[in-house]
């Protein structure tokens, strides 16, 4: 779609917009600053739920009473100029008309079932739901459609609603099995709220004898109109999703997966509540979010930092937060300075070279693979061959066995003990030497281990199977030089890249923060690791690249593998 709608706008329409977006960021962070000033570590509650009203989506906010939900949605709601608002705190007796407004008493006597909702939520910018699961199943029902279609059926009929953002909370989870997956996916983001744990903080808040809701932080001129949001709305289909993000989303879902399938290992009947489940409208949804994000920070391209907000999206259990935040840190890790990320190419690269070399050394030919058979006598398990005139020649099993083969090549020609069909009657062992060799169709036996010798064709109890096998040949120099060639480019690339990351190695990231509004307290520290793991896996890759023209130096040519995979070693 962004592709799309770009190629219909100019490169100074396009311009017009980022400085737009520079603009609204420097304002937006301004507003937010001072909000946030007296906010207990509530400001991330107040930051995402404002990106959810800039966004035109909804928040859920978990954790225990008293602990400034409602403060919350006050303060977003006091960001824009006279938004009209809506708060409730809902129980198991609350009826619709305390949230969508009452019947009409007057329409009721011309046969419509009509709601006066002015005043209540159909009519409010910015909503706030307390205690949103203890609601009834036809007000849950109702708000379904709310949230997501911005429709509310009045007599039967859709109508438009202006709710901008809906904030929901609760103490608890919506409870298992009750249909309640639908409402809970609708809520992009999810917070789970804790009492203040930094002491000073809170023997600050205990000192200050002003009331917060009573605090002016802002003045008229910086409050934000309600009309900023369908232009935010506008804008923000021409901010693009790069390549980077893209490969982001990708392995973030591989590793969702991952932890799906654990779950389902010692569960097998978990539920979405079990499971990290994000519905294809929530990826949908989330394109959004982090394009308003991008936004919003003044940037037409989502970038990773934006993604570190998906640790409070994704999570459908307290307990998976923990794990869903290292899923977020690896991912962007990994995207920005690792191996699987940014420097794929390598292990790409890697792969096609050895693949290229396989290619052209190992020709693939049909060939019969031989399952000897076995004789049973008293004293043990042995093999026989039988020449044209039926005459046995013994030989040990474990003597066959035990013929030296190593892990690449099979061994057609073999010395082994044996010894005539009489004296194995007389249980002598095999003790002459004979030299066995398979042409690939019979078995000749040259006595005595003579191969100038007497030649005798055997015939014996096997079967042969076909299978895939590789001869392999002796590569031309003009292919070792070209593919030398190619391995030093590579080699000489992830160099550069080696020594750019040593660099990196040096530079502090602990205590270093996210450059972005809605995630400033994210700490980068994380990445200091993965650039370690990098540069080893990067080394690795070199060595690796260098090792396979010393292997192809080693080969036996002329031999046969059925595994043409371990020719060469692998990453």
């Known amino acids: 779609m962004n592709n799309d709608i770009n190629k219909t706008i100019s490169s100074q329409e396009l311009d017009k917009i980022k400085l737009e977006a520079e603009t609204l960021s420097q304002k937006v962070t301004n507003v937010i600053t001072k909000l946030c000033k007296n906010l207990a570590e509530r400001e991330e509650a107040l930051k995402l739920s404002f990106l959810c009203a800039m966004a035109g989506e909804s928040i859920f906010m978990l954790g225990p009473p008293g602990i400034a939900k409602s403060l919350v949605s006050r303060k977003v709601a ?77 007599d039967g009929r859709p109508v438009k609603v202006p709710l901008a953002l809906l904030i929901a909370a609760s103490n608890e989870l919506p409870e298992r099995n009750k249909g309640l997956e639908a409402l809970w996916d609708r809520f992009i983001i999810r917070t789970y709220m804790k009492p203040i744990q930094d002491e000073e903080k809170l023997l600050k808040l205990i000192d200050n004898p002003v009331n917060i809701l009573d605090e002016q932080e802002i003045t008229d001129e910086e409050r934000l ?43 097998q009947n978990p539920n979405d509540f079990d499971l990290i489940y994000v519905s294809d409208r929530k990826w949908k949804k989330i394109g959004s979010l982090l394009r308003t994000s991008a936004y919003l920070n003044g ?41 699987d990320g940014r420097y794929a190419y390598a292990i790409e690269s890697f792969n096609k070279i050895r693949e290229t070399i396989i290619d052209n050394i190992a020709i693939h030919e049909k060939k019969a693979n031989v399952v000897i058979k076995s004789y049973r006598n008293k004293q043990g ?11 046995k020649y013994f030989f ?26 009489e004296e194995f009657k007389t249980s002598l062992s095999p003790t002459r030497r004979a030299l066995i060799k398979y042409d690939g169709t019979n078995f000749f036996v040259y006595k005595d281990a003579n191969e100038s010798g007497e030649k005798i064709k055997i015939y014996t109890n096997f079967e042969e199977k076909e299978v895939d096998h590789y001869r392999l040949v002796r590569p031309t120099v003009d292919f070792i030089k070209d593919i030398k060639n190619t391995a030093t480019t590579l080699i000489n690339r992830i160099n550069l890249d080696i020594d750019g990351l040593k660099i990196l190695r040096e530079k502090r990231f602990d205590g270093v923060t996210a450059n972005n509004i809605f995630v400033e307290n994210k700490d980068l520290g994380f990445l200091k690791n993965t650039i370690e793991e990098s540069i080893a896996k990067l080394e690795d890759v070199v060595d690796k690249t260098k090792d396979m023209f010393v292997y192809i130096k080693l080969i036996n040519y002329g031999f046969t593998t059925k595994d043409k995979d371990k020719i060469l070693p692998t990453l």
């Not at 061959?385 to 039926?390: A, H, Q, S, T, Y």
């Open 396 to 421: 040990k099993k474990e003597d066959i066995d035990n013929i030296p083969k190593n892990d690449n090549f099979e061994v057609m020609d073999w010395m082994i003990n044996y010894c005539s069909a």
């Open 78 to 154: 006091d960001i824009f100029k006279n938004s009209r608002t809506f708060e409730v705190l809902m129980n198991r007796y609350s009826t619709p008309d305390e949230i969508f407004g009452p019947i009409d008493i007057i329409e009721l006597k011309s046969g419509r079932y009509l709601r006066k909702t002015e005043g209540y939520l159909p009519s409010a910018e910015i909503g706030f739901l307390d205690e949103i699961w203890k609601a009834s199943s036809s007000i849950q029902n109702s708000l379904l459609m709310i949230i997501n279609e911005k429709l509310f059926i009045n």
């Open 225 to 267: 109109e309600l009309s900023t949001l369908q232009r935010v709305a506008k804008n923000t289909y021409h901010v693009k999703i790069p390549k980077n993000v893209k490969k982001y989303i990708s392995l973030l879902r591989k590793k969702i997966e991952e932890f799906n399938n654990k779950i389902r290992e010692i569960n």
């Open 381 to 391: 398990q042995f093999y026989y061959f039988m020449d044209g005139e039926k005459n």
């Open 299 to 339: 940037r037409m391209n989502v970038d990773v930092t934006d993604c570190f907000i998906l640790e409070k999206v994704i999570w459908n259990n307290v307990s998976q937060i923990p794990e869903i935040e290292k899923m977020i840190n690896d991912t962007a890790a990994s995207i920005e300075y690792g191996i």
